[in-house]
């Protein structure tokens, strides 16, 4: 679950970052800052009500089997990290089939396609609505999917599978109702999003793809929860720090120096450091090991360290607290002990690096999902958590992160589910579609 946001002195740097972003398009993302709540509330209660968006709540009904269907179908093709390939093949022929133009797999491996607005034309500027393809089990795990009742259960199946079928839900919901949006909306199904891929996916989408500098707004679907809105990004950098030595024999080279001894200083020193409670900025000791035998002295031990905030400022802060702790743990060692036959020295190789970021509350994006939230009778949640929308946030873009709708639980366990009655999953599935549209502006 997201941690309760603070808003704090970076969302105010962030605010000046955004005054720099591209013009929004349509009519929803270029409302003013001042938009209130109230103003907010009205447009979506407006579109809700609106015959196109029932006709369009009504295909949701009539295709959910053919919906959970697409859940089945893309949970089973296996998509551990940096192996989506199959899955993307798979979820690329959907969106063809779907009728989207420019569909297509660029070279990190998204997959996504155009549903053309009346403004641009499949030109641009564009609102992306993606989930992730990628899970975080390894290959060879059982992902065939299980029924109890109405929850389904496998790997990966809510994290994040069953909002790429959403996807494809709102698209054919859209044509069946013949809505119009203003703003083209981009289709995504990227790769990358979990913890070894660093979001691979978006930083290429944003950064190297034919869509860079062309999206003015971001949703990324992610978990089910239709309260659920994420408008700060926990950013997070990680390390595997290697420690070495010129090792020995445990009692013959008795009082060399020990690399063992410099990697227990930095973690204890580590832990005597307070970080700010607000922002919320964290850090762990999480992975270690090395060794040649008892008897021996390590020549080389290793650890893996992790280090979060919602505050980009506090995260480059205490990745400089982290270096200088190793700095000094790995001199404190030298000067300890014998080095004659060799000195301590470590290697940090950055393993992960996600940047902080967030959204304001006066952006249309956050509004008007707060708002078509609450129409459904859902109480918004806003928080902080580690998604794609961290790196459009980080670049001044207004991006969110929401939920497919439903129930779920045990995201990242073997015995991950989600709950398909269909009276709460249409209704959850109904805050992300009018969001949306919401945001694109309808005609």
């Known amino acids: 679950m997201p941690n309760t946001l603070r808003r704090s002195a970076s969302m105010i740097a962030f605010g000046a970052v955004l005054l720099a972003a591209p013009a929004l398009s349509s009519e929803a993302l270029a409302a003013p800052p001042t938009a209130g709540k109230a103003d907010h509330a009205g447009k979506v209660r407006k579109l ?28 089973e093709i296996p998509a551990p990290p940096f192996k989506e390939e199959a899955r993307a093949r798979a979820y690329l022929e959907m969106l063809k089939a779907h009728g989207l133009s420019d569909v297509a797999m660029d070279a990190e491996g998204n997959v996504m396609g155009v549903r053309p607005g009346t403004a641009t034309r499949g030109k641009g500027p564009f609102v992306v609505i993606a989930a992730h393809l990628d899970t975080v089990f390894p290959e060879g795990t059982d992902v065939k999917v299980r029924r109890e009742g109405t929850k389904l259960m496998a790997p990966g199946i809510g994290d994040d599978t069953r909002s790429l079928a959403t996807l494809l839900a709102y698209v054919r919901a859209m044509d069946a109702a013949g809505i119009k949006t203003r703003s083209d909306i981009l289709f995504v199904g990227n790769v ?31 978990g089910s929860d239709p309260s659920r809105l994420v408008d700060a990004g926990t950013g997070s950098k990680r390390y595997h720090v290697t420690f070495k030595g010129p090792g020995g024999h445990s009692y013959g080279a008795f009082g060399t120096v ?51 905030s919602e505050s980009a400022d506090e995260l480059a802060r205490l990745d400089r607290t982290l270096i200088g702790i190793l700095d000094g743990a790995t001199a404190a060692e030298n000067a300890a002990r014998s080095t004659k036959f060799g000195k301590i020295s470590y290697d ?18 956050v509004g008007l999902t707060d708002a ?30 929401i939920g497919s709708g439903g129930k779920a639980g ?34």
Not at 262 to 271: E, G, I, R, W
Not at 289 to 307: L, Q
Not at 357 to 365: D, K, R
Not at 420 to 438: F, I, N, R, Y
């Open 258 to 308: 020990n690399p063992m001894t410099a990697m227990s200083k930095t973690v204890v020193d580590l832990y005597a450091v307070e970080p700010p409670k607000d922002p919320k900025t964290t850090y762990s000791a999480s992975v270690t090991g090395g060794g040649t035998s008892v008897n021996s002295i390590p020549h080389e031990v290793y650890m893996e360290f992790d280090m979060r």
């Open 372 to 401: 078509a939230i609450s129409a459904f009778g859902f109480t918004p949640q806003h928080g902080a958590s580690s998604t794609d929308s961290n790196l459009p946030m980080s670049l001044g873009i207004p991006a969110v992160t």
């Open 192 to 222: 990358g999003e979990e913890g070894p891929g660093d979001l691979r996916g978006v930083r290429y989408l944003f950064n190297k793809s034919s869509y860079t500098g062309r999206i003015t707004a971001f949703f990324s679907m992610d």
């Open 48 to 75: 809700v009500g609106s015959p196109a968006f029932k006709k369009a709540v009504a295909k949701l009904d009539a295709d959910f089997d053919r919906t959970i269907a697409d859940v089945v179908t893309l949970t």
């Open 410 to 443: 045990r995201a990242h366990a073997l015995d991950e589910w989600i709950d398909v009655e269909k009276g709460e999953s249409l209704k959850g599935m109904q805050v992300g579609l009018a969001a949306l549209l919401a945001v694109a502006g309808v005609d």
């Open 348 to 365: 940090p190789k950055v393993i992960g690096e996600r940047p902080a970021g967030s959204t304001p509350a006066s952006a249309a994006i």
